[in-house]
């Protein structure tokens, strides 16, 4: 019988490629520099009748090909279990090894094969040997959920504390890829729950602002625990799994973040409800930011409220930026929001119905936050002096005042999308969303009793920021809650003035004609 169709795990295989592909690659392009070798040849094209033939006839069994694989190594690659028997019983080395390290047992649990793994372990094959990255046949199996694999490699004796790349267990690599089946099946036989990866310092930007020293830190990374894995991939099934075999529930690695504030910041609010209720501190903050804040971040309400009902400050301030990402602004703290309350976060992503929740357990409407940072691309002015925007209300955050515009989407792609570098490509968030959320945003922070006249260190009140963006419904409210359209800013310029320039900072695409008419309808000189 000759079969053409591959496993589903060597289909996946082609996908990941680099190591996991090499064996292959190494083989195919040996063919060229290496006398032919029939046998392993033919495993290699599938081609069983020859392969039979030449066992048959007294072929070399562990013939290798350029970078030493055997016909065994694509017998299991294959999945052709008949072939695999014929050749270990003619005498195949069960454990032999290509270039890379890769053995025939390592493809039956990339393929997730456990008829082939359980052949070659009845017939000696060592469960331990690893390839030269470090990685067993166990964390094989781990990472591409073949439960069957796992146990029955476990039960020939491989060991759950090996470790491959940067300490990393396979329990740790089946929590990752969110296999709780595996996961299961390893803490059975014992596999580590307070393993932790190595910890090393890197160098990070912490704002997209690259040239100023002050936004590179260098920071420690790693230090991770299964439990870790688990919060940072959503993988609720798996936590509770490793909480009951005794992981800590409060673990954090030296960053600071607990594996609470990595579910929030990664956007799983099962795994962080699910480890509030097993005690979990709300409050954990050794990474300058808490779990609630992360919630805001993410604008999940739903979270929000787990946490207040678990105890959560509601008026614990940022106390330092996160760093972000390489390629894209994506979900972090941007060093103007550092000192920030909860509420005035909510404000300044106009969030009104977390701002209604933050209200209703104690927090502070009136909170003050004073914006602080090197501009970058924030501003026009010098880069080389640092911005100190002031006082800045809620009102005056909901409107659009106080350092960076946050991103309007909650999904990952679609921030992405928003904040990409090339206007071009860059997707805009829809307007009409945008005014909608913001009016409901300004307006309930006015409802608190705060003065819709405040103006930070640049002269802007809430209003020259809703009328620099053009948005007519907030600058309707704000006149009818008593906004003046007479002050000036510190550059002279009024409410009017701003909405025919179109911007509240630098140059406008043109004024916001509708917000010019609507101001001078409402009394506003020129």
Do not use: C
Request: charged share 20%; aromatic share 6%.
């Amino acid at each position: 019988m000759t079969r053409m169709t591959r496993p589903l795990g060597a289909r996946r295989r082609l996908a990941l490629g680099g190591a996991l592909l090499g064996w292959l690659t190494l083989g195919l392009a040996a063919g060229g520099f290496a006398a032919d070798q029939p046998l392993p040849d033919a495993a290699q094209r599938a081609d069983w009748s020859v392969v039979r033939t030449l066992i048959e006839d007294g072929a070399d069994v562990d013939a290798r090909q350029g970078d030493g694989a055997t016909a065994l190594h694509w017998a299991a690659y294959w999945d052709e279990l008949e072939v695999a028997t014929l050749l270990m019983r003619s005498g195949a080395e069960v454990n032999a090894a290509n270039d890379l390290g890769v053995t025939p047992l390592w493809a039956a649990a990339e393929n997730g094969s456990a008829p082939m793994a359980q052949r070659l372990l009845d017939a000696g094959a060592d469960p331990n040997v690893s390839l030269l990255s470090g990685e067993t046949p166990l964390m094989t199996a781990a990472r591409v959920g073949a439960a069957d694999v796992a146990r029955a490699l476990l039960e020939a004796g491989a060991e759950t504390s090996m470790t491959a790349g940067r300490s990393q267990t396979a329990l740790m690599w089946a929590v990752a890829q969110r296999h709780p089946t595996v996961v299961g099946v390893l803490l059975e036989h014992g596999a580590p729950v307070d393993a932790r990866t190595d910890v090393w310092t890197e160098v990070v930007k912490t704002t997209p602002e690259p040239w100023n020293p002050e936004y590179v830190a260098e920071l420690p990374q790693g230090g991770y625990t299964p439990l870790l894995f688990a919060a940072r991939a959503g993988d609720l099934a798996s936590a509770k799994l490793l909480v009951a075999a005794g992981a800590d529930v409060d673990d954090q690695p030296p960053y600071g973040t607990s594996a609470t504030v990595v579910a929030a910041h990664s956007g799983h609010r099962d795994v962080a409800v699910y480890l509030l209720e097993q005690g979990a501190d709300p409050n954990a903050a050794d990474a300058g930011y808490t779990a609630l804040h992360a919630a805001i971040l993410h604008k999940d309400a739903g979270l929000v409220r787990a946490l207040l009902d678990h105890g959560a400050d509601a008026n614990s301030p940022v106390r330092t930026s996160t760093p972000v990402r390489r390629d894209s602004v994506d979900f972090y703290f941007h060093p103007s929001w550092t000192g920030a309350t909860p509420f005035w976060l909510a404000a300044r992503f106009n969030t009104p119905d977390i701002m209604r929740l933050l209200l209703d357990h104690g927090a502070d409407p009136l909170a003050v936050h004073h914006p602080k940072y090197w501009p970058g691309s924030l501003s026009v002015r010098d880069e080389r002096v640092q911005v100190e925007e002031g006082s800045t209300t809620a009102v005056m955050a909901a409107a659009g005042l106080g350092g960076r515009n946050p991103l309007i989407s909650v999904d990952r792609m679609d921030r992405i999308a928003e904040s990409a570098p090339v206007r071009s490509t860059r997707r805009e968030p829809d307007r009409d969303v945008v005014e909608r959320t913001m009016l409901e945003a300004v307006t309930f922070a006015a409802e608190q009793g705060i003065d819709v006249n405040v103006a930070n260190a640049d002269g802007n009140t809430a209003l020259h920021a809703a009328a620099g963006t053009g948005y007519d419904s907030v600058v309707e409210y704000l006149v009818a809650q008593g906004a003046r359209t007479d002050l000036e800013n510190a550059e002279g310029r009024t409410p009017l003035a701003l909405a025919q320039r179109g911007a509240l900072r630098g140059r406008g695409d043109g004024p916001h004609e509708s917000t010019v008419e609507l101001l001078r309808r409402l009394g506003a000189g020129e």
